[in-house]
């Protein structure tokens, strides 16, 4: 499972296994991969299942998978995504998009790719994506027992309040039902195994684990840590109090400055520059006014009303900081 933090791919991992080795009496392993920093960073979930007879006997990473499920789109930008799939391997990407449109994005014109919109029924049905994701997989998968996964997604969710286990069995009953299958001939080799070694490492890192590399540039591009959720801003509400400013970790909001009709310069929000916007949220839940707002984040959409930081340099006049543009 291709996932970022906070939609939930360890959670799934952890309940297919379980339903698969408690439920269905096969022999399995969970393990996920993930750094510090969980929410809107990437994360690998494996999941390994055989025969009760057969022995499971490595913890490593799943290097050929069978199965890729991707729970966010623009993981697929990344060529490793699909690394190591299987000749007759299927893909489960959580998208609007039709399968078509996914083999013409990662170029993938054999085996199965599936579609679900796992991110508008998660929404709807307020709950998460993974259930949607698992719904998905244990509709592909034909040895894996639907009754038995069920039964751990409901178990799971249960213990923490009834409504959120029913909303989550809708999910997952729907993503059974809604997804798009295009199957294909089996590719004739599978995938090549895209190893992505580390820049550091015993060998060759600075003495004393000094990292001299700029953690941050005006380059980085953050729209990948988003979950499908995404800030709008609607500037007929806004009074620029700045407080949005405040909790923005990023420094993604733009501001302008304006002369009103007696000369007076003011300090207003253009607007949100999607770049370094990873969807946290906060901007929206400091909104005094709701001129920020949340939406499902649709493509091309950020793209469209991004409104770019300007970081030319401005002349100084006097005491004040930056001219009017």
């Avoid at 999941?47 to 623009?74: D, G």
Wanted: hydrophobic share 40%; charged share 20%; with cysteine.
């Amino acid at each position: 499972m291709e996932s970022i933090g906070g939609l939930g791919a360890h959670l799934a991992g952890k309940m297919l296994a379980e339903a698969a080795v408690l439920g269905m009496g096969l022999n399995g392993a969970h393990f996920s991969s993930y750094g510090s920093e969980k929410k809107g960073s990437p994360i690998k979930s494996f999941v390994r299942l055989c025969a009760q007879n057969q022995e499971l006997r490595t913890s490593a990473q799943v290097e050929r998978p069978f199965v890729i499920a991707v729970f966010h789109e623009t993981i697929l930008n990344s060529a490793a995504a699909l690394s190591g799939l299987r000749s007759g391997g299927t893909l489960i990407v959580n998208t609007p998009a039709s399968p078509t449109e996914i083999r013409e994005w990662t170029g993938l014109q054999t085996d199965t790719v599936v579609c679900i919109d796992a991110t508008g029924i998660a929404l709807e049905e307020g709950s998460r994506v993974n259930t949607a994701m698992l719904g998905a997989l244990t509709q592909v998968v034909s040895f894996l027992n639907t009754d038995a996964v069920r039964a751990v997604v409901s178990q799971t969710f249960h213990s923490k309040k009834p409504a959120v286990a029913l909303a989550n069995l809708k999910t997952f009953d729907r993503a059974r039902t809604e997804l798009v299958i295009d199957s294909r001939a089996p590719s004739t080799a599978g995938r090549e195994v895209i190893s992505v070694d580390p820049a550091w490492g015993y060998l060759n890192a600075p003495l004393g684990g000094a990292i001299i590399n700029p953690a941050n540039t005006v380059e980085k591009n953050l729209s990948g840590s988003r979950t499908g959720i995404i800030p709008v801003f609607e500037g007929s509400k806004c009074v620029h109090c700045a407080l949005c400013d405040l909790v923005c970790s990023d420094n993604c909001l733009v501001w302008d400055i304006k002369v009103d009709d007696g000369g007076q310069w003011l300090t207003r929000l253009a607007g949100i520059d999607y770049q370094y916007c990873k969807g946290c949220m906060a901007c929206v839940d400091s909104c005094p006014t709701g001129a920020m707002r949340e939406e499902r984040e649709t493509p091309g959409f950020a793209d469209e009303h991004r409104v770019p930081l300007n970081f030319k340099s401005r002349p100084v006049d006097g005491s004040k900081i930056h001219e009017p543009s």
